[in-house]
């Protein structure tokens, strides 16, 4: 979502610096955002920075004061591997992992890098939609998700009127965050929630891109939760088989 983010700053006349742990991915990441946006044309830089390390993300911001660029908007997408299961059964470090690379990583850029951004500017979160709508067995994604909209509106008042703080709260989206699952398992998971949503369809990293460039642009948007997800917060059970409503009425 974040090199999608990256697209649409990019074809909108912006320039991006693309943050993440990994340097080779990053240099992957800005050869296929400068492809999709007609060639080498210079707009993308990359910064390896483990996010959930407060020091390095301060010294990273004191970095910024000497780029090239100003910065109209931060975003942030990062988040590490959501464990799911019963409350009970999974270890609380892998909770407090989720926070750690989901909402950590959230309130240390926020903290540190709202000083550099331009006066108008905005920054931009990712929650999701387990937040508001949980699944059975996905209490550490609800519990982040939560955070990271509390933070989104205490954030907009704080900052306000010199920055937006809004938040994007993507439904099931097909991104590389689930290439490690096994091909089959994967087509499976994507079928089945394609088939329960309004839409009838999981989201595209273009999907989130465009909606995190709206939220980062809109001039008179701040505080909000946007629901971007196929209509996956007012879906009706998965199956029609099992909604009593449903079956009545067949
Ligand atoms: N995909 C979905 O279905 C879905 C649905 C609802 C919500 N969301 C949320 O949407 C956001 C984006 O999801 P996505 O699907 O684009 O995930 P993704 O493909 O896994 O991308 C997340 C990125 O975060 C970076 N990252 C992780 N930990 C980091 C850290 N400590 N410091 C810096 N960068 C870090 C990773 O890069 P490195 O490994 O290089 O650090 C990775 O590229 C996440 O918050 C996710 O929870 C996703």
Redesign the pocket.
Known sequence: ????AAVQTVKNGGNVLL????AD??QQ?KEQIETACGGNIGRVKTR??????EAAVQAFANELSSEDWEFDALI?????R?PHGPMTELPTADTRSMM???FW?AYNAAKYINPKLREGGSITF?????GRRPGINCCP?AV??GA?EGLTRSLALELGPRLRVNC????????????RMDTDRKAAMLANTADSLPLRR??E?SD?GEAIHYLATAKFVTGVVLDV?GGHSIRQYANSNSDPMRKQSD
Do not use: H, I, Q, Y
């Not at 390896?48 to 390390?53: E, P």
């Open positions: 979502m974040g090199k999608a943050v993440s742990r990994s991915k990053l990441a390896a920075l483990d996010a959930t390390d942030v997408s990062a988040a590490g959501a750690e690379t989901k990583t990712v929650s999701g939609v387990l994604l982040t998700n990271l994007l709260s993507p439904g099931f989206c097909d991104t590389e965050r689930f290439d999981v989201g990293s989130m997800d």
